[in-house]
């Protein structure tokens, strides 16, 4: 069974830094795009950082320049390192992966379980 592994989450004051990781286990397949999101409290999902394949990234504009997505394929691990956190950061923070799934390697999303990202001022 696929499943999507997420740590690196906690409390940091403002300016400090995190980084979070992201393990898919259970698929002999590397995965194809990942990314990171996040939900806040009474806002919206949103778009975090994603990154191909091809490791072409593409970041939310809240976050260029402060946040770097990276990617391990032998770990099959993507990584998020936020640096200069602001207490706007704060949110619970999910993991994104498009696997390769069956004969076909149908690329299937999965999630992580989220992890809690609390920047204090």
């Known amino acids: 069974q696929v499943q999507l592994v997420e740590s690196g989450g906690g409390l940091v004051q403002a300016g400090g830094s995190l980084r979070l990781s992201c393990a898919v286990s259970g698929s002999i397949f590397r995965a194809d795009a990942m990314g990171w999101y996040r939900h806040a409290p009474g806002k919206q999902r949103e778009l975090v950082a994603t990154i191909t394949s091809g490791d072409s990234t593409n970041y939310a504009d809240s976050v260029k320049g402060r946040f770097t997505i990276s990617r391990d394929n032998a770990k099959n691990t993507v990584y998020l390192q936020m640096n200069s956190l602001k207490p706007d950061d704060t949110a619970v923070y999910y993991c994104?992966?498009?696997?390769?799934?069956?004969?076909?390697?149908?690329?299937?999303?999965?999630w992580g379980q989220g992890t809690q990202v609390t920047v204090s001022s």
């Open positions: 994104d992966a498009g696997v390769p799934r069956g004969y076909y390697r149908t690329l299937v999303d999965y």
